[in-house]
């Protein structure tokens, strides 16, 4: 297996509208992340992912995009994200975009004009249809709890839109519509940008004739009807030898209806298409029947099946990108860790992050701890998807405390609040009151409080990244876990040719024998890490996490 810088960077993603604002009007913006660039390069991450900063409504936040060849304003201009680059590359960081090649948004000049007449040369970027006598064209659902066919009273016929009715799907199946995608990414390689992150791009070539949703279940839906197309793998071939064979740049997929039986088609070498998709399996455990909004108790075993699995699946040829949390879910030491044990257990999660066989994602936050927020009532969430599923639930007369209670653990505006960055007004993120409310418990939980204590979270995270980078076995070498059946602790290794490590986990609130590794007291080992002061070979605290090199 070949090294490759996009295989072992640490990555950082970044929200731009909750990072850091600069010029005081309450939202982030391309400045506000320049002036963060120090506190970045500190951290040892080398690979930025900005989510969506081109032209915009922000209906679902820039991921609908209204202009691929600007910036949203209210995050500066051309010349700012020129700056920003450069700054990055300075540094010695890398820097992706988020890209959204799926749909657009309905403001993109391309679905004016397509909305405008059925001979419009643009109508077939999109995918018209005709009504099923007043019903839609057929039963699918969007992922945003409304149908996915919006009529257009002009023409009469129905648009598909597998997010909000503000976000038409392209019609990949049209190559001029292809080219000028094409052509996007080519300028913004151009400028010089280090690779994509590409959205929901399982999703780009839709079954012909549109058929029927047979399945009941919303996840198997997205992988049998939604996703993985018939004519996927031919457009990602063909982006690939029209734009990506010609730039050092990597390419991030999200992996959306991959299961790791089908990730190899992806992102095998020899298949020239991406060259990592970041999957959903552990997002999903905490998920009932009824999708994010029926949460319920996930298991530690089922976790360790997910990266066994994946793991499993990639050895031999591809690579996968590992997060525990991103601006689509709840935050990760809410959701994974112990809410007595916040810091042990944030601590633990970032153990957990940083050493899979798979490319490490960090996002933004999460490396001082930062958890959910607890919002008053509909009205503060901004996040459109939450907004519909609350109107279905009303209008369903649904379970409102249980809705309450999934959106606690995994609203996407948990993911959202502004980062926390002193304990002064607005957390320092902004002089002027931010787009969403910022977490109360900024005064405790903050950069600045952090950055002074060299036992916090933060510094945690920098002799993390940093041994990850000695040490390169976390990277690339095998991965064994020791007692897969386990419902406490996660222990494992990783393990080449000459460097072996050794990871122990402690997933509960209570103190566990660790005797469970044969021999790990006549082993000859170093500490290189523990979330305790000091640590006991015999038996894990609560949330303790150690790793030693086996020597
Ligand atoms: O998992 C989800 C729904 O069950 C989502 O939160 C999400 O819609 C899905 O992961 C796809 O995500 C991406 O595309 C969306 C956008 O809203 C998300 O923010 C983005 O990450 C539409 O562009
Ligand atoms: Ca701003």
């Known amino acids: 297996m070949k090294n490759q810088w996009w295989k072992e960077g640490v990555y950082y993603q970044i929200y731009p509208k909750s990072f850091n604002d600069a010029n005081g009007d309450g939202i982030g913006d391309l400045n506000g992340i320049r002036e963060k660039s120090d506190y970045l390069k500190e951290l040892g991450v080398n690979i930025l992912w900005l989510s969506p900063i081109f032209d915009s409504p922000h209906a679902d ?16 201009s051309m010349d700012d994200f020129d700056e920003l680059l450069e700054a990055t590359h300075k540094k010695g960081m890398k820097l992706i975009l988020d890209i959204v090649l799926n749909h657009t948004s309905e403001e993109h000049p391309w679905f004016l004009e397509s909305v405008a007449s059925k001979d419009n040369p643009y109508r077939d970027f999109y995918h018209w249809q005709e009504g099923n006598g007043d019903h839609p064209p057929n039963n699918w659902e969007s992922f945003f709890s409304e149908d996915a066919w919006t009529k257009y009273p002009a023409t009469d016929e129905y648009y598909l839109h597998l997010f909000t009715k503000n976000q038409p799907d392209l019609n990949w199946e049209n190559p001029e519509m292809r080219k000028k995608l094409y052509d996007i990414l080519h300028f913004w390689l151009k400028k010089g940008v280090d690779g994509f992150r590409l959205d929901v791009i399982p999703l780009i070539s839709k079954i012909p004739g549109y058929p029927d949703n047979t399945f009941t279940d919303f996840n198997e839906t997205i992988e049998r009807v939604y996703a993985n197309g018939p004519r996927l793998h031919e457009h990602l071939n063909e982006m690939y030898n029209e734009v990506f064979a010609h730039y050092d740049a990597v390419t991030l997929g999200e992996g959306i209806g991959v299961s790791p039986d089908l990730a190899p088609l992806y992102v095998s070498d020899k298949r020239d298409e991406l060259n990592m998709v970041y999957h959903f399996d552990h ?6 029947p009824g999708g994010r909004y029926d949460n319920k108790p996930w298991s530690l075993k089922e976790l360790k099946a997910v990266i066994s699995d994946w793991d499993e699946s990639m050895a031999g040829d591809g690579w996968y990108a590992w997060y525990l949390g991103n601006h689509d879910f709840g935050r990760k030491v809410t959701r994974f860790g112990s809410q007595k044990y916040w810091e042990k257990s944030a601590k633990l999660l970032a153990v957990l992050l940083l050493s899979q066989r798979a490319a490490s994602i960090i996002y933004q936050g ?67 009151e931010p787009w969403l409310k910022v977490n109360p418990n900024y005064t405790s939980i903050n950069v600045k409080h952090q950055s002074a204590d060299n036992q916090s979270i933060l510094h945690f995270y920098k002799k993390l990244v940093e041994i990850r980078r000695q040490y390169p076995t976390l990277v690339y070498g ?74």
């Open 366 to 432: 999460d490396e001082i701890g930062m958890t959910n927020i607890r919002f008053e009532s509909i009205e503060e969430h901004d996040d459109i998807a939450t907004h519909n599923a609350y109107r279905k639930i009303v209008k369903e007369g649904g379970d409102l405390n249980h809705f309450w209670e999934s959106i606690y653990m995994n609203g996407r505006d948990n993911a959202r609040t502004p980062v926390q960055w002193d304990d002064s007004d607005y957390a320092g993120f902004s002089t002027h």
């Open 283 to 288: 997002m999903n455990l905490d998920c009932g």
């Open 478 to 551: 095998q991965w064994k876990d020791h007692f897969p059946d386990h419902e406490q602790l996660f222990v494992y290794s990783r393990i080449s040719e000459d460097q072996q490590v050794l990871i122990a986990l402690n997933l509960s609130d209570e103190t566990q024998e660790l005797q469970l590794v044969p021999n790990l007291g006549q082993m000859d080992k170093k500490l290189l890490l523990s979330n305790y002061e000091k640590g006991s070979e015999t038996t894990l605290r609560p949330w303790e996490a150690v790793m030693y090199e086996i020597l």
């Open 61 to 76: 936040n820039g991921y609908d995009i209204s202009d691929f060849y600007n910036i949203w304003p209210s995050f500066g």
